[in-house]
Nanobody, 123 residues
Framework: QVQLVEPGGGLVEAGGSLRLSCAASGLIFSSYTMGWFRQAPGKEREFVVIISPGSSTTEYADSVKGRFTVSRDNAKSTVYLQMNSLKPEDTAVYYC????????????????WGRGTQVTVSS
């Protein structure tokens, strides 16, 4: 059974930083594209970033380019999201996703999701 566990959320002031992590189990981690998505209150889940299985390719949403950095450690089956220069509009529940295809679609019908972690940025 695939499990994705995302500790690391919290409350931070605008301009601050947070680092999220997602520890995976029950899958061959190095074979999966990993992604971060987020959902703000009253909005649909949206794409933030994905990283290919070997870390050679990444894709970021325009709204986070230059501020967020994704990385992964296949030996630890963990993916990270370093978030800098946070803005109030980054406030959302952040979800980790393991997907068998390199896709930014938040509605992809295959793969697995974590339960999410709340990130709140105060102004």
């Amino acid at each position: 059974q695939v499990q994705l566990v995302e500790p690391g959320g919290g409350l931070v002031e605008a301009g601050g930083s947070l680092r999220l992590s997602c520890a995976a189990s029950g899958l061959i981690f190095s074979s999966y594209t990993m992604g971060w998505f987020r959902q703000a209150p009253g909005k649909e889940r949206e794409f933030v970033v994905i990283i290919s299985p070997g870390s050679s390719t990444t894709e970021y949403a325009d709204s986070v380019k230059g501020r967020f950095t994704v990385s992964r450690d296949n030996a630890k089956s963990t993916v990270y999201l370093q978030m800098n220069s946070l803005k109030p509009e980054d406030t959302a529940v952040y979800y980790c996703s393991a997907r068998p295809t390199y896709s930014t679609d938040p509605k992809l019908g295959v793969g697995s999701w974590g339960r999410g972690t709340q990130v709140t940025v105060s102004s």
